[in-house]
């Protein structure tokens, strides 16, 4: 297993990188860009194509693999999670950005079997930060090592977090009301636009915790891996297991510290799962 999981490593990777090149030289060109879920939920040619790459590049060398991916999902495609090797695709995490030319965007690609993580690529191919894990490997920036930053309290900590880009009111309500809560308890809040280079920021210890509600499996299906084998964990924001379909994820340098923040905050449910 431990030999075809490095095979499959080693084909993911290349195909990312070469992928993420159409997302660099396209960054600062006007795009054609259309919504699907509300006004700013956006989706442009690129993330279709990087999508459609992956997607071929995989199944050429695996065809008995199967893919959730961010588009073909938004266009009418299954988003099933079984036992069978399964792609998790973001063609572009951050596309907000991608459209904005702000250069924090990612691919974020990530292979479950058995519904459990295996493999994961993070890749900002602007910023050129790759970011990668392997399951009881080590997490990876750039090839070199990385670790959380083991912070276990609150007031200490630096949080990631998303408004998403849902304009629902009652979910707004909620982002006020924890925004309102955090700032004074906490030493900051980032925002990087995409929810995978978010979690990768806690992964590399450059922040300590963070949470989201209204995320698809496709935002957090790589950063969970890398989190996980950079020292950290992954909850639900109730600080129970996460449950990759439901829409919501918090995640943290310690349990201490996601113990703290998930009992702080108001909680968010009224979501239609994956
Ligand atoms: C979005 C980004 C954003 C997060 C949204 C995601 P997309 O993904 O990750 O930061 O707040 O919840 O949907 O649409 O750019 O792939």
Redesign the pocket.
Known sequence: MEEEIDKYFQVVLELTKNAGKLISERMFAQKTVET?SGAI???TET?TEVEKILIQGISNYFPDHRFIG?ESVSSGGHCELTEVPTWII?????????VHGFPH?CI?IGLFINCEPEIAIIYNPVLTQLFTAVKNKGAFLNGKRIHVSKEKDLSNALIMH?????KDPEKLDVVYKNLRMLIPQVHGIR????????MAMVALGGADAGF?Y???I??IAAGELIIKEAGGVVLDPCGGPIDRLSRRSLYASTEELAKQLSEKLVQFYPLPRD
């Open positions: 699907k939920d956006f989706v993330d961010e973001d063609p572009v995490d951050g596309t907000m950005n991608f965007c974020s998303e408004s998403g880009t849902s925002s990087l636009g995409s929810a995978a280079l978010n989201e209204g995320i698809h496709w935002d």
